[in-house]
C-alpha cells in the first residue's frame, strides 16, 4: 500500500522560527542527523508552505540518480545557483546538459588530468615556502589560496598571484551569496533590486570580465596550452559546433567555483582529522617516508601511497564537501512506499547517510582504514556518495582526488600542524560544508 508521507517531524517550520527567535543558527547537518537516527533513511518535513523530503537510504538514493533520473530535475538548487552559475554542467539539465557533458568529457580523460600533478605539487611547495616555523595561520584561507593557484593554472594556464587576492575576495564573495539564498527562510522574487543583489551582480560582473578576457586571449592566440580552456575551446559536437562565449562562461565559472571551494574543504578536513589522530598521521608519514623519502611526489607515485587515498576518502566521509544532493520530482510519483509529489524539495542526504550507524560501523570515528582494497568493497553500494551518482557524478572527481592526494602529501612531508585550541573547528552547511569561522593551525616546519 502506497502511503501519503513518510515518517518525520511536521514542526520543521517551527523549529527555524525558534532559531531565529532565539538567535541560534539552524544547524541542517544536526537536522539531518536528527532525521535519520530518529525517523528513519526516508522522513518528511513541513517548513511552512514547503514540503521537504530526506533520504540517507542507498537504495533509494540509487533509484533517483541512476534508475529514475529523468523523473527529478534540479529544483531549488538551479533557481540558487543559476544567476552565478549560468547553464553549467552543475545546473543544466536535459538535452543540453548532455551536449555539454560530452563536449567537456575529454577534458578531464584521465591522461590529461595526469598531466596537472606536477603543478599542484609546486603550488603546494609555493604555498609552504611562505610559512616560518612556529607561526600561527588560518589554515582554511591558506587552503583556499593554494586551490585559487592550482585551479587557476589548470583551468586557464594563468598563474593569478599577482590577483590572487581580488579574484579569491569575488569567489568568496560569490560563494557567500550563494550560501545567502540557499538558506533563506523568505525568498524575494528576482526581479527586486535589493541592494545586496546589486552588490552580487557588480562581482559576478567583475569576475565575468577576468574571465572573459583569458577566454579572448586564448582565441587570439589559437594554441593549445595543455590547460583545461585548451580542451573546452576544441572541443565540437557531432554537428561541428563548439561552445558559444556565454556556455564557455557558464562552465569555466562552474569548474572555477567548484574546482576551488570544495577541494580546499577537503584539505581543510584532512589536516583538522590528522592533527586530531597522531596516529593516522604516523602511518601517513611512514608511508611518505618509505617511498618518497625527502623528494617531492609524482603522479607516478600514487598508486604506491594508498594510505593517502584512504584518509582522503575517509576524510569525504565525514565531511562530504557536498552534504546533501537536492532533486524535486517532474510528477507526482512513488517512492520508498509514499507518495511524492510534483516539485517537491528533496534531498538525498549525504552526510547522514555517511554518519549512520545502518551502512557504518562507529560512524564518528576516524578510520581510514575503511577504505583498505578489501574493507572497502563490504561498503552498502550507493552508501558512500562524496562526488554524488549517476549520469551526474562529478565531472572533475579524479582531478579532485588527485590534488587532494598530491597536496595532502607535500603538506604533510615538510610541515607539522598542530589546532589552536583556542579556535576548536565546527562544521557548518552552507552551499559546502565548511569550518564555522576559519581553522587557525600552528605550523612546525619538518
Known amino acids: 500500500m502506497t502511503l501519503a508521507t513518510p515518517p518525520g517531524d ?41 514540503r521537504f523530503y530526506q533520504v540517507a537510504d542507498p537504495d533509494l538514493a540509487h533509484e533517483i540518480l541512476v534508475k529514475r533520473t529523468d523523473e527529478f530535475h534540479k529544483g531549488i538548487i538551479k533557481e ?23 563536449l567537456a568529457q575529454p577534458a578531464f580523460h584521465a591522461r590529461r588530468i595526469a598531466s596537472y600533478a606536477g603543478v599542484m605539487v609546486e603550488y603546494t611547495r609555493r604555498l609552504l615556502n611562505g610559512w616560518r616555523d612556529g607561526e600561527t595561520r588560518w589554515i582554511d584561507r591558506e587552503m583556499m589560496k593554494l586551490t585559487l593557484g592550482i585551479v587557476s593554472k589548470t583551468l586557464f594556464d594563468a598563474d593569478v598571484s599577482a590577483e590572487a587576492d581580488r579574484v ?24 527586486i533590486p535589493t541592494p545586496r543583489r546589486m552588490q552580487v551582480k557588480r562581482i559576478t560582473a567583475e569576475l565575468d570580465a577576468i574571465i572573459q578576457r583569458i577566454v579572448d586571449e586564448r582565441r587570439r592566440a589559437g594554441e593549445d596550452k595543455g590547460d583545461l580552456l585548451s580542451m573546452l575551446l576544441t572541443a565540437l559536437d557531432d554537428d561541428g559546433s563548439g561552445m558559444s562565449d556565454k556556455q564557455l562562461r557558464d562552465e569555466l565559472m562552474t569548474l572555477f567555483l567548484a574546482g576551488h571551494e570544495t577541494t580546499a574543504n577537503t584539505l581543510i578536513w584532512a589536516l583538522v582529522l590528522l592533527a586530531q589522530h597522531p596516529a593516522a598521521l604516523t602511518a601517513l608519514h611512514a608511508e611518505i617516508e618509505s617511498v618518497l623519502g625527502s623528494r617531492d611526489a609524482t603522479f607516478e607515485d600514487l598508486p604506491n601511497l594508498p594510505y593517502s587515498e ?62 583498505a582494497p578489501e574493507a ?3 561498503i552498502p553500494h550507493y552508501a558512500y556518495l562524496p562526488f554524488g551518482g549517476g549520469p551526474r557524478i562529478c565531472i572533475g572527481n579524479q582531478f579532485a582526488m588527485m590534488e587532494a ?25 552552507m552551499f559546502t560544508l565548511r569550518p564555522r569561522g576559519g581553522v587557525k593551525m ?3 616546519k619538518r
Open 168 to 191: 579569491g575576495e569575488l569567489m568568496n564573495s560569490i560563494l557567500d551569496a550563494t550560501n545567502e539564498r540557499l538558506t533563506a527562510v523568505i525568498r524575494l522574487p528576482e526581479y
Open 376 to 378: 572497502e568493497k563490504l
Open 80 to 102: 540558487v545557483l543559476q544567476p552565478f552559475l549560468g547553464d553549467g554542467l552543475l545546473t543544466s539539465e536535459g538535452d543540453f546538459w548532455k551536449r555539454q557533458r560530452k
Open 405 to 429: 592526494r598530491l597536496a595532502l602529501i607535500t603538506l604533510v612531508q615538510h610541515a607539522d600542524l598542530s589546532l589552536d585550541p583556542a579556535h576548536p573547528p565546527v562544521a557548518e552547511q
Open 310 to 371: 584512504q584518509v582522503i576518502k575517509e576524510t569525504l566521509r565525514l565531511f562530504p564537501t557536498a552534504p546533501g544532493v537536492s532533486r524535486s520530482p517532474t510528477h507526482d510519483l512513488e517512492l520508498g512506499g509514499y507518495t511524492v509529489p510534483k516539485d517537491a524539495f528533496m534531498q538525498i542526504s549525504i552526510y547522514a547517510m555517511h554518519h549512520s550507524s545502518r551502512y557504518w560501523q562507529e560512524p564518528e570515528a576516524f578510520r581510514p582504514e575503511r577504505f
Open 442 to 444: 600552528v605550523v612546525r
Open 10 to 50: 511536521r514542526s520543521g517550520y517551527g523549529l527555524v522560527i525558534k532559531n531565529i527567535l532565539t538567535g541560534q543558527r539552524f544547524d541542517g547537518l544536526a537536522f539531518a542527523r536528527y532525521n535519520s537516527d530518529t525517523y528513519g533513511a526516508f522522513t518528511f518535513t513541513k517548513f511552512g508552505p514547503v
